[in-house]
C-alpha cells in the first residue's frame, strides 16, 4: 500500500520533469522578486545595525532562503482539487482503492521534490551569487533547517487540500484560493518576518499556522534562532502538522456526504 | 467614430456575460485589490522601522505606490492578452480577426476588455488621495492636466513593451515565459529608483523602462525642481515604445500564414 502511494510521488515527479523548460524562468522570476526585496530592505536598514531582531544582512539571508523555500513548498493542489471537484473526476477517484487527499498529497511531494532539486537549489546558487547570503556553517542547523523546511511544505499542502475542498461547498471557490495565496505570503513571513509587524499583529500571527510556513524554517537558517528555540520551533511545526488534520478529516467527511455529479 | 462604437459594442457584450457571473466579477476585483493592499501594508510596515527611504517619506512612498496602480488599472482593462499565443495563433481565431475591419490589434484588444481592473486604477486615485492629504504640498491648476498626460505616458509604455511581447507569438509558438517575467519587473517601477544600484536604475530608466510607470512621473508632484525633466520624459518615452510596439506587431501580422483549418 505504502509502495502505491510512492509510485504517486514518482509518478508526478516524473511528470514535472518532462515540462522542466517552464521552471527555468521561474528562477529568473524568483531572483527578480528577492531582488526587489533585497534592495527595499537594504534602504530601510540604511545605516541602522538590527532592525526587529535581524541584521541587515540577516534580512537579505532570510529574504532569499524564504523565497527559494517557496519555490519548494508551493503547489496547486487547492486548484487541482477544485476543478477535479468540479468537472466530477473526483468521484472516480473516490471508489478507487486508496485515500484521495493522501493521493492528493503525495502528487504534492511529487512536485516538491522536483522544484526542490530544479527550482530551489539551483535558484539559491543564483541569489547567491547576485545578492549577499550567509549559508550557516553549522551541520546540526542544516539539518535543523531540512526537517523544517519538510514540515513546511506538509503544512503549507494541508492549507492548500482544505482551500480545495471547499469546492464542495461553494460553486467557484477561486477567490477564496486567490486570496489565501495572498494570506500566505503575508502571514507567513515571506514578504515581511514576523518580528517587524506591529506588536499587536505579530501576537496574533504567532496562534496561526502561516508562521509555521516560512517565519520559523527562515529564522533557523538565518540564525536568529539559537539553540532551545530551534526544537521548540521545529515543535510547533510538528504540532501545526498535526492539528491540521483534524479541520481536513472533518471537511472531508461532510464533503462526501454533499458530492453530487452531474453527468459523465 | 467607428472604432468608440465597437468599444461601446464589445463592453455591452462584456457587462452581459459578467452580470450572468456577478460572484466572477467581484472575485476578481477584490483579490486584485487584496493584492494592492498587501504591498500598501508592507509599505507601512517597514516605516514603522525608519523614517526615510533613501531620501523619501512614507507618504511619498505611498503616493508613488498609488500612481503606480493607476496606469496599471487603466492598461489591465483594455489590454488583456496574456494567452495570446494560444488562443490566437495555435487556435488559429486570428484568421477570424484579420478578416474585421478594424485594425488588427485594436479588434483583438476589444474582444478581451476588462474593466474589472479599472477598480485598481480608481483605488490608485484614492490612495493618491490620502497621501497628498498627509504632506505640505500645492497643486497648479494645469497639474491635473499633466497628471493625465503622465498617466496616458505611462500606460503607452505597458502598452508599447507588452505588445511588443505578445508579438514574438507571431515568430515562435511556444510559451517563452517572458510575460511572467515583465510582470515581476514592472513591480520595481513603484518605489523610488535610488535605492536600486546603478545598473538596475540603467535598465529600468531606458531598456524596459518601468521606471517611468510609477518612480518618475509620481515625482512629479513630489519633489518637481529635480525630477521635471525625467517625469516630463514619460508620454515621450511612452510614445517610443508604443511605437515599438506597434510596429512589431504590424511586422508579426505581415508573418502570419495561418494554423490550418
Not at chain 2, 480577426?97 to 479599472?118: F, G, I, K
Given at each position: 500500500m505504502i509502495g502505491a502511494y510512492l509510485d504517486f510521488v514518482r509518478l508526478r515527479f516524473l511528470t514535472m520533469l518532462a515540462y522542466r523548460v517552464n521552471y527555468y524562468s521561474g528562477i529568473v522570476i524568483y531572483a527578480i522578486n528577492i531582488g526587489a526585496y533585497y534592495f527595499i530592505w537594504n534602504a530601510v536598514y540604511g545605516g541602522s545595525e538590527t532592525l526587529g531582531g535581524m541584521t541587515a544582512a540577516q534580512m537579505s539571508s532570510y529574504v532569499a532562503v524564504s523565497w527559494m523555500a517557496r519555490a519548494f513548498y508551493f503547489n496547486n493542489l487547492d486548484r487541482e482539487i477544485a476543478n477535479e471537484i468540479r468537472d466530477g473526476s473526483v468521484a472516480i477517484q473516490m471508489i478507487r482503492p486508496y485515500q484521495y487527499l493522501a493521493v492528493k498529497m503525495m502528487q504534492g511531494f511529487g512536485e516538491g521534490c522536483f522544484r526542490l532539486l530544479m527550482f530551489s537549489v539551483p535558484g539559491m546558487i543564483v541569489a547567491a551569487l547576485l545578492f549577499p547570503v550567509d549559508f550557516p556553517d553549522d551541520p546540526a542547523r542544516w539539518l535543523w533547517f531540512a526537517v523544517m523546511l519538510l514540515l513546511s511544505f506538509f503544512i503549507n499542502s494541508e492549507i492548500n487540500l482544505l482551500t480545495g475542498l471547499f469546492a464542495f461547498f461553494v460553486e467557484n471557490n477561486e477567490g477564496m484560493i486567490r486570496m489565501?495565496?495572498?494570506?500566505?505570503?503575508?502571514?507567513?513571513g515571506l514578504v515581511i518576518p514576523l518580528s517587524f509587524f506591529p506588536g499587536w499583529a505579530e501576537t496574533a500571527l504567532k496562534l496561526l499556522p502561516f508562521q509555521a510556513i516560512t517565519y520559523l524554517p527562515g529564522s533557523v537558517f538565518t540564525g536568529t534562532l539559537q539553540g532551545g528555540a530551534i526544537a521548540q520551533a521545529a515543535a510547533v511545526q510538528l504540532f501545526w502538522m498535526v492539528a491540521l488534520l483534524a479541520p481536513l478529516a472533518l471537511v472531508w467527511r461532510s464533503a462526501r456526504r454533499r458530492l453530487f455529479v452531474q453527468g459523465g | 467614430m467607428f472604432h468608440a462604437s465597437l468599444f461601446s459594442e464589445y463592453l455591452k457584450n462584456y457587462m452581459k456575460t459578467r452580470l450572468t457571473y456577478r460572484s466572477d466579477f467581484w472575485i476578481e476585483v477584490i483579490s486584485d485589490l487584496a493584492y494592492n493592499f498587501m504591498n500598501l501594508f508592507f509599505i507601512l510596515v517597514i516605516y514603522m522601522h525608519t523614517d526615510l527611504i533613501d531620501?523619501?517619506?512614507?507618504?511619498?512612498?505611498?503616493?508613488?505606490?498609488?500612481?503606480?496602480?493607476?496606469?496599471?488599472?487603466?492598461?489591465?482593462?483594455f489590454f488583456n492578452l496574456w494567452n495570446?499565443?494560444?488562443?490566437?495563433?495555435?487556435?488559429?481565431?486570428?484568421?477570424?480577426?484579420?478578416?474585421?475591419?478594424?485594425?488588427?490589434?485594436?479588434?483583438?484588444?476589444?474582444?478581451?476588455?476588462?474593466?474589472?481592473?479599472?477598480?485598481?486604477?480608481l483605488a490608485g486615485l484614492g490612495v493618491m488621495a490620502y497621501a497628498w492629504s498627509g504632506m505640505d504640498a500645492q497643486l497648479a491648476w494645469y497639474d491635473p492636466l499633466v497628471f493625465a498626460l503622465l498617466v496616458l505616458g505611462s500606460v503607452a509604455i505597458y502598452f508599447g513593451i507588452f505588445t511588443a511581447i505578445t508579438s514574438i507569438s507571431f515568430f515562435s509558438d511556444s510559451p517563452t515565459g517572458i510575460i511572467p517575467l515583465m510582470f515581476n519587473i514592472q513591480g520595481y517601477g513603484r518605489y523610488p529608483v535610488g535605492i536600486y544600484n546603478r545598473i538596475i536604475r540603467i535598465v529600468l530608466t531606458w531598456v524596459l523602462p518601468f521606471a517611468f510607470v510609477g518612480f518618475y512621473p509620481a515625482a512629479y508632484f513630489l519633489d518637481r525642481e529635480t525630477y521635471l525633466a525625467m517625469s516630463l520624459l514619460t508620454p515621450v518615452v511612452g510614445a517610443a515604445f508604443a511605437a515599438i510596439g506597434i510596429a512589431l506587431w504590424n511586422l508579426g501580422i505581415k508573418r502570419y500564414r495561418g494554423a490550418g483549418s
Open positions: 489565501k495565496r495572498v494570506a500566505v505570503d503575508l502571514f507567513s | 531620501g523619501w517619506t512614507r507618504e511619498e512612498v505611498i503616493f508613488i505606490y498609488g500612481y503606480f496602480m493607476v496606469p496599471y488599472g487603466i492598461f489591465g482593462a495570446f499565443g494560444e488562443r490566437y495563433i495555435v487556435k488559429g481565431e486570428m484568421d477570424r480577426v484579420l478578416t474585421r475591419p478594424a485594425h488588427s490589434l485594436l479588434q483583438v484588444a476589444l474582444e478581451n476588455v476588462d474593466p474589472s481592473s479599472l477598480f485598481g486604477a
